[in-house]
């Protein structure tokens, strides 16, 4: 063979075989992926929060990778991080940068927005991110810290229906437990109103000062550190008033009338037109017995009643009986001191108040439904939203004719704060019962109820009835007031005691006192009525 051809069939080989070499070399030598891909899905478990997602892009274990992230999250109390990849920048054969940009939502401040960038690696075929604090934030260095710094603003008052001041501590005591006072927050208030607070700052403790701490308290001016330096100032907002609806002239009024009487004592009293709270008062400290209290309300029950047989077409004037005692269901009922009238007008029975009247009455002419229906229109079994925590009343609808009989004259299961039962009384003197409040802002959770038609005007010739002629006829009232008594037992054995009440109207003023234990209502609670609303002048 000539040698110039062998010379190129060994070239020609050698070429094939440095030709596979380099193939096995490209294959073992080739990156897989992206710096994008590694930078996106890195951003992207970063928005969910997957930290453990997070951790599978690094080069290596990072130790202080979760403390980096909890700056964010536990310092500053963000709820939310979500971030948004920018551009990705080669800077040589296997390093990146990629650019981002993070918004934070921090709980009770806002929305904080900052760049950052994410450096990225070849190790071992694969993109990586080599992880250090700034890739968290760019002031981060592993021994330093993100924080807030706040300063809050004026907080804001809370007034009477006029703008007096009710928030200061010479407004009386029923006045005080509405309104609530002022704390330090301890580390379980922080926890539950969010970062924007820390432990010793003024939060509200009770009543309206709780219930609308965020409202009153505004939103703070806040600053971002980074360490020492001010990454970020968030302006806050000023807290805003609490008007109230309480009238301190009927305030005073309603807490002179009860402040000498021995016994626990409530007053409520709401306007009619407008369902909004006038004067809460309770002559003893402690439990909020005006709005939380839960009493059977006895006789005044008789206007639900009463407005249910009206409904059903039964007139004032309708001749009706009212013996000494009475049975229905196999439940023997008796008149209050044994009491008996005989054939008298459905407006005298109820003036006089007589159970042995209008228990046969519920039972023959309503039923359980019917007398349930017209209490649930009347302020029973509603949810109420007033501004502070309330008690709704309590009417089960009667399982059996003896306890149709009970509640027909408020006892059975009956319960009843005097707030609700002082809605009762407005709703005669409006014709719609409304819902009571005492921060007239709110939205309320219930309706207007309008009474059905010519009730309201039939129930107020009967609430008259009773204070001229019926059981409150020697309490003193003024003339226009109209009302009912009540007298609600409770206990068990075979001699019981009796809470004293006395619901009604004037003018534009409806109202309820109860006096636990007291006794008769007539005797009672309508005197302190009385009281009350010659304090009004």
């Known amino acids: 063979m000539p040698r110039g051809r062998t010379i190129a069939i060994s070239t020609a080989v050698?070429?094939?075989?440095?030709?596979?070499?380099?193939?096995?070399?490209?294959?073992?030598?080739?990156?897989?992926?992206?710096?994008?891909?590694t930078a996106r899905r890195f951003a992207d478990a970063w928005s969910r929060g997957d930290l453990t997602a997070m951790?599978?892009?690094?080069?290596?274990?990072?130790?202080?990778?979760?403390?980096?992230?909890?700056?964010?999250?536990?310092?500053?109390?963000?709820?939310?991080?979500?971030?948004?990849?920018?551009?990705?920048?080669?800077?040589?054969?296997?390093?990146?940068?990629?650019?981002?940009?993070a918004t934070a939502t921090l709980k009770d401040v806002g929305e904080w927005a900052y760049d950052g960038t994410i450096d990225l690696v070849v190790k071992d075929h694969y993109w990586k991110v080599a992880w250090t604090p700034r890739a968290a934030h760019p002031e981060l260095t592993g021994t330093n810290h993100l924080s807030l710094k706040t300063t809050w603003p004026a907080r804001g008052k809370i007034t009477d229906v006029a703008g007096n001041r009710i928030d200061g501590g010479d407004v009386g005591g029923s006045v005080a437990q509405l309104v609530g006072y002022l704390d330090?927050?301890?580390?379980?208030?922080?926890?539950?109103?969010?970062?924007?607070?820390?432990?010793?700052?003024?939060?509200?403790?009770?009543?309206?000062?709780?219930?609308?701490?965020?409202?009153?308290?505004?939103?703070?001016?806040?600053?971002?550190?980074?360490?020492?330096?001010t990454l970020k100032t968030i302006k806050g907002a000023a807290g805003r008033d609490i008007t109230t609806s309480l009238d301190l002239r009927v305030q005073r009024a309603a807490a002179d009338a009860v402040r000498d009487v021995k016994k626990p004592t409530s007053l409520v009293a709401?306007?009619?037109?407008?369902?909004?709270?006038?004067?809460?008062?309770?002559?003893?400290?402690?439990?909020?017995?005006?709005?939380?209290?839960?009493?059977?309300?006895?006789?005044?029950?008789?206007?639900?009643?009463?407005?249910?047989?009206?409904?059903?077409?039964?007139?004032?004037?309708?001749?009706?009986?009212?013996?000494?005692t009475a049975s229905v269901g196999g439940l023997k009922i008796r008149n209050s001191d044994h009491e008996a009238f005989g054939a008298l007008s459905f407006l005298d029975s109820y003036a006089h108040s007589c159970n042995t009247t209008f228990a046969p009455l519920a039972?023959?002419?309503?039923?359980?439904?019917?007398?349930?229906?017209?209490?649930?229109?009347?302020?029973?079994?509603?949810?109420?939203?007033?501004?502070?925590?309330?008690?709704?009343?309590?009417?089960?609808?009667?399982?059996?004719?003896?306890?149709?009989?009970?509640?027909?004259f408020g006892q059975a299961r009956i319960t009843a704060s005097p707030l609700v039962v002082a809605t009762v009384a407005a709703a005669v003197a409006d014709g719609t019962w409304r819902p009571p409040t005492l921060v007239p802002d709110l939205k309320q959770k219930v309706t207007p109820k309008k009474l059905p038609d010519g009730v309201a005007e039939q129930l107020r010739s009967m609430m008259k009835a009773v204070v001229s002629k019926g059981t409150a006829r020697s309490?003193?009232?003024?003339?226009g007031t109209a009302g009912k008594t009540g007298t609600a037992e409770f206990?068990?054995?075979?001699?019981?005691?009796?809470?004293?009440?006395?619901?009604?109207?004037?003018?534009?003023v409806a109202f309820a006192v109860i006096v636990e234990g007291g006794g008769g209502g007539g005797k009672v609670a309508a005197p302190i009525a009385a009281a009350f609303l010659k304090g009004l002048g």
């Not at 309490?475 to 003339?479: H, R, T, V």
């Open 363 to 408: 039972a023959a002419k309503l039923g359980a439904q019917k007398l349930y229906d017209i209490a649930s229109d009347l302020g029973f079994n509603q949810p109420l939203n007033i501004g502070v925590p309330v008690t709704k009343a309590s009417m089960p609808k009667a399982s059996s004719d003896a306890e149709l009989a009970a509640e027909s």
């Open 270 to 324: 709401v306007r009619p037109s407008s369902g909004e709270i006038l004067a809460v008062v309770n002559n003893v400290g402690g439990f909020n017995r005006a709005l939380d209290g839960g009493y059977p309300p006895g006789s005044t029950f008789k206007t639900i009643t009463a407005a249910a047989l009206l409904a059903e077409g039964l007139t004032p004037s309708a001749r009706v009986t009212c013996p000494e």
């Open 184 to 229: 330090k927050a301890a580390a379980k208030d922080v926890k539950a109103l969010g970062s924007a607070y820390k432990a010793g700052d003024a939060i509200g403790r009770g009543g309206l000062q709780e219930a609308f701490q965020r409202r009153l308290a505004g939103t703070p001016t806040t600053e971002i550190r980074g360490g020492d330096k």
């Open 491 to 508: 206990g068990t054995g075979e001699k019981l005691d009796s809470h004293a009440w006395f619901m009604g109207y004037r003018g534009d």
């Open 14 to 37: 050698a070429v094939v075989l440095a030709g596979g070499a380099a193939g096995g070399a490209y294959y073992v030598l080739h990156t897989r992926g992206t710096p994008q891909e």
């Open 55 to 101: 951790k599978a892009e690094l080069t290596a274990q990072a130790p202080g990778f979760d403390a980096a992230y909890a700056e964010l999250t536990k310092n500053l109390g963000a709820t939310a991080v979500a971030v948004a990849l920018g551009a990705v920048t080669p800077s040589g054969d296997d390093q990146a940068t990629a650019a981002y940009r």
């Open 475 to 479: 309490a003193g009232l003024p003339a």
